[in-house]
């Protein structure tokens, strides 16, 4: 029967590929409009200028690319976009990762021990529940790596094991990626429920080496992410990011008391309400718009289904109760993993229901305070669930007796197929993410700022190499000063302080700005660029300050042109560190000898 199991996961699929990429060459809805203008300008940045992308000229009056939380250009499989351009590119990012994902979640259900078909239906929770597919059919790109997560927690399995350090190694750069491919929100909240899995683990068998070769891998991680997490720690020292108050389990609704707990259950991961397409005044980016209270509401529903939409369906749930009934050891650390975090998922209804929040109780740690609402851990916390699913359809398959019988093999594939047919039917709702034909556009002539972008797309700008005030930049307390062509102010892309004299923009593009001046004094130079401390005049005759928060340097009277670059001071010091924790992997996976598993050391149900 192995045949027909493995041809339900490759359909399940071929299914999802289908609704992805049958879009063709069509844009897309919400943050999938800022994720493919992101991969638009690091691509042009490497292929078309041959630097690292640093600086974004062209959105929300000039921001930073590499210390952007999103930035993906350092991950590995950024090949596809390089390859293939943003916008079938980024599509076939989420094909890869979805496809990484059921190979990586079955071979993991595999090493746990659980049979053929319980590790198909592991596989299918894991990577097609709501709360991956709502997020990623709105844009959410970053959440996509969940793909890569069974393959990291396998290999920490692996290195706990078989006392590895080649797995450990492995496991590390696996966790780097998450973190070079955009995926913040993801690493934190695996090294969460890791740090809650390694715990309980390491108490229950009494070894020490969990700890070790359980947590070290994202100590490792960290070394090897430096060339992007030196220069974004030294950015957010200056301008720290506070995300505010998170979005609300019940949007608008009163206060029910104890019982929002199991309501709040149900909604989240028994709910079966479709990720419906934004309505049609909806679906354009919301740059410069004003919304009414009705607007308001509905954009609050839709921001409740996002974030706290992790629909698994009645199977896999009760699946998961009979593993800890069954199987209580061998659960018990994925059943502490899926309770803790999901007391953060759902900390607004325990909020409600005791007055005590859990999630305001971890706010004051680092990165937690900028993920707005414990929602975002909700992808993690399917992972334990998927795992304890195929835990318990294992133990129905074999019996107490521990042998499978063919009749129970046909009722756990029943089961298997059950729930991948109705997580693949909801699955194709991706399709719907991208309707929008392709917004043919040209680079302009001149570059000018304006307020918005054409037609309302981050991408059209850009393509169209030009700038907009406006846009979604992801990020709070950095300046967003520059100012458009329509409004009071506005005195040119770049301009002489005093009005004498001439300042015109040569170029402008990633990284890098040309102005050739022509003044008889003395006088100060503004560019209308939001001003960040990492910018440097390449000849070293200035020293670059902000002006109203943009861009700005003193200039003598002559006739000049003037070149600045972005360049944040530690971005060598980063790279270095990612090239001595390479070498550190390198080293544990070729040259360090490994411990053979020891009898019964592979886990097994």
């Given at each position: 029967?192995?045949?027909?199991?493995?041809?339900?996961?490759?359909?399940?699929?071929?299914?999802?590929?289908?609704?992805?990429?049958?879009?063709?060459?069509?844009?897309?809805?919400?943050?999938?409009?800022?994720?493919?203008?992101?991969?638009?300008?690091?691509?042009?940045?490497?292929?078309?200028?041959?630097?690292?992308?640093?600086?974004?000229?062209?959105?929300?009056?000039?921001?930073?690319?590499?210390?952007?939380?999103?930035?993906?250009?350092?991950?590995?499989?950024?090949?596809?976009?390089?390859?293939?351009?943003?916008?079938?590119?980024?599509?076939?990012?989420?094909?890869?990762?979805?496809?990484?994902?059921?190979?990586?979640?079955?071979?993991?259900?595999?090493?746990?021990?659980?049979?053929?078909?319980?590790?198909?239906?592991?596989?299918?929770?894991?990577?097609?529940?709501?709360?991956?597919?709502?997020?990623?059919?709105?844009?959410?790109?970053?959440?996509?790596?969940?793909?890569?997560?069974?393959?990291?927690?396998?290999?920490?399995?692996?290195?706990?094991?078989?006392?590895?350090?080649?797995?450990?190694?492995?496991?590390?750069?696996?966790?780097?990626?998450?973190?070079?491919?955009?995926?913040?929100?993801?690493?934190?909240?695996?090294?969460?429920?890791?740090?809650?899995?390694?715990?309980?683990?390491?108490?229950?068998?009494?070894?020490?080496?969990?700890?070790?070769?359980?947590?070290?891998?994202?100590?490792?991680?960290?070394?090897?992410?430096?060339?992007?997490?030196?220069?974004?720690?030294?950015?957010?020292?200056?301008?720290?990011?506070?995300?505010?108050?998170?979005?609300?389990?019940?949007?608008?609704?009163?206060?029910?008391?104890?019982?929002?707990?199991?309501?709040?259950?149900?909604?989240?991961?028994?709910?079966?309400?479709?990720?419906?397409?934004?309505?049609?005044?909806?679906?354009?980016?919301?740059?410069?718009?004003?919304?009414?209270?009705?607007?308001?509401?509905?954009?609050?529903?839709?921001?409740?289904?996002?974030?706290?939409?992790?629909?698994?369906?009645?199977?896999?749930?009760?699946l998961a109760f009979v593993a800890v009934i069954q199987r209580p050891r061998s659960s018990l650390p994925w059943l502490a993993g899926f309770l803790i975090v999901m007391l953060l998922v759902l900390s607004d209804a325990v909020k409600r229901a005791t007055g005590l929040?859990?999630?305001?109780?971890?706010?004051?740690?680092?990165?937690?305070?900028?993920?707005?609402?414990?929602?975002?851990?909700?992808?993690?916390?399917?992972?334990?669930?998927?795992?304890?699913?195929?835990?318990?359809?294992?133990?129905?398959?074999?019996?107490?007796?521990?042998?499978?019988?063919?009749?129970?093999?046909?009722?756990?594939?029943?089961?298997?197929?059950?729930?991948?047919?109705?997580?693949?039917?909801?699955?194709?709702?991706?399709?719907?993410?991208?309707?929008?034909?392709?917004?043919d556009v040209s680079p302009s002539e001149e570059f000018v700022t304006q307020s918005e972008s054409p037609g309302g797309f981050d991408l059209a700008a850009v393509r169209m190499r030009m700038g907009f005030s406006e846009g979604h930049t992801n990020l709070t307390g950095?300046?967003?000063?520059?100012?458009?062509?329509?409004?009071?102010?506005?005195?040119?892309?770049?301009?002489?302080?005093?009005?004498?004299?001439?300042?015109?923009?040569?170029?402008?593009?990633?990284?890098?700005?040309?102005?050739?001046?022509?003044?008889?004094?003395?006088?100060?130079?503004?560019?209308?660029?939001?001003?960040?401390?990492?910018?440097?005049?390449?000849?070293?005759?200035?020293?670059?300050?902000?002006?109203?928060?943009?861009?700005?340097?003193?200039?003598?009277?002559?006739?000049?042109?003037?070149?600045?670059?972005?360049?944040?001071?530690?971005?060598?010091?980063?790279?270095?560190?990612?090239?001595?924790?390479?070498?550190?992997?390198?080293?544990?996976?070729?040259?360090?000898?490994?411990?053979?598993?020891?009898?019964?050391?592979?886990?097994?149900?």
């Amino acid at each position: 029967m192995r045949l027909p199991i493995r041809l339900l996961l490759a359909l399940f699929g071929v299914a999802i590929m289908i609704a992805v990429l049958s879009s063709g060459s069509n844009w897309g809805v919400w943050d999938w409009d800022h994720h493919f203008a992101l991969l638009e300008i690091e691509r042009a940045a490497i292929l078309d200028h041959h630097v690292i992308p640093l600086w974004n000229p062209f959105i929300a009056g000039g921001t930073f690319i590499l210390q952007h939380p999103l930035s993906s250009f350092l991950s590995p499989d950024f090949v596809l976009v390089l390859l293939f351009g943003a916008i079938l590119g980024g599509k076939l990012l989420l094909v890869l990762r979805l496809v990484a994902g059921l190979v990586g979640a079955y071979l993991l259900a595999r090493e746990i021990g659980m049979a053929e078909e319980a590790a198909i239906l592991s596989s299918v929770v894991m990577n097609a529940s709501g709360a991956w597919l709502v997020h990623v059919t709105y844009g959410h790109l970053e959440w996509s790596l969940l793909g890569y997560v069974p393959w990291i927690i396998l290999s920490l399995l692996r290195a706990i094991e078989r006392r590895s350090y080649a797995w450990a190694a492995g496991a590390a750069v696996g966790i780097s990626v998450l973190y070079l491919g955009g995926g913040v929100y993801l690493l934190f909240g695996l090294a969460f429920f890791w740090g809650l899995w390694t715990a309980v683990h390491s108490i229950l068998e009494r070894k020490p080496r969990v700890l070790v070769f359980g947590l070290t891998p994202f100590i490792l991680a960290g070394v090897i992410a430096g060339a992007k997490l030196v220069p974004s720690w030294e950015l957010f020292a200056t301008h720290p990011r506070e995300a505010g108050q998170g979005f609300p389990l019940f949007y608008g609704d009163s206060d029910p008391g104890w019982i929002d707990l199991p309501r709040a259950l149900v909604f989240t991961l028994l709910r079966r309400a479709e990720p419906s397409p934004v309505p049609e005044d909806m679906l354009i980016h919301d740059v410069g718009r004003r919304f009414t209270q009705d607007d308001l509401a509905a954009r609050g529903r839709l921001f409740q289904d996002i974030n706290f939409g992790g629909y698994v369906g009645i199977l896999p749930f009760f699946l998961a109760f009979v593993a800890v009934i069954q199987r209580p050891r061998s659960s018990l650390p994925w059943l502490a993993g899926f309770l803790i975090v999901m007391l953060l998922v759902l900390s607004d209804a325990v909020k409600r229901a005791t007055g005590l929040d859990p999630w305001e109780a971890l706010r004051g740690l680092p990165v937690l305070s900028n993920l707005r609402t414990g929602g975002r851990f909700l992808v993690i916390a399917i992972v334990p669930l998927a795992v304890l699913s195929g835990i318990g359809l294992t133990s129905m398959e074999e019996g107490r007796d521990g042998q499978v019988s063919r009749k129970r093999r046909r009722f756990a594939f029943l089961l298997a197929a059950i729930v991948a047919v109705d997580l693949g039917l909801r699955a194709t709702i991706l399709g719907t993410a991208f309707p929008y034909p392709p917004n043919d556009v040209s680079p302009s002539e001149e570059f000018v700022t304006q307020s918005e972008s054409p037609g309302g797309f981050d991408l059209a700008a850009v393509r169209m190499r030009m700038g907009f005030s406006e846009g979604h930049t992801n990020l709070t307390g950095f300046p967003r000063a520059a100012l458009p062509a329509d409004k009071g102010g506005y005195r040119g892309e770049t301009f002489l302080l005093s009005g004498r004299g001439t300042a015109r923009l040569e170029e402008i593009r990633p990284n890098d700005i040309f102005v050739h001046v022509r003044t008889d004094r003395a006088d100060r130079l503004v560019i209308n660029q939001n001003w960040a401390d990492a910018w440097v005049r390449v000849d070293d005759t200035g020293r670059v300050t902000p002006f109203n928060d943009r861009i700005s340097l003193d200039v003598a009277g002559g006739d000049e042109l003037i070149h600045l670059r972005y360049q944040p001071r530690l971005l060598t010091a980063g790279i270095l560190l990612s090239l001595f924790g390479l070498a550190l992997a390198a080293t544990a996976v070729f040259f360090h000898p490994q411990a053979r598993p020891t009898k019964g050391s592979r886990s097994r149900l």
